[in-house]
């Protein structure tokens, strides 16, 4: 039985560099977005969970800001 070390994650939207990302199985989402460049100026950074732990195969996308 084989253990995977790493997770494909896929970053998109609101972030600087998005894109495909294989990170370590015990990383969390913050890790996710620090790879992709962070946020972006416009992202709507308090609706991630920057402390949740990320799965294989997981898309992670940060929205836009909208003010009214």
Do not use: W
């Not at 560099?17 to 370590?24: D, I, K, S, T």
């Amino acid at each position: 039985k084989s253990v995977e070390s790493t997770v494909a994650v896929y970053v998109s939207g609101e972030v600087r560099n998005p894109g495909l990302y294989g990170l370590p199985v015990h990383a969390r989402v913050g890790d996710a977005l620090m790879l992709a460049g962070g946020f972006s100026k416009h992202a709507a950074k308090s609706y991630i969970n920057l402390a949740e732990k990320i799965k294989d195969g997981q898309h992670i996308l940060t929205c836009k800001f909208f003010q009214s």
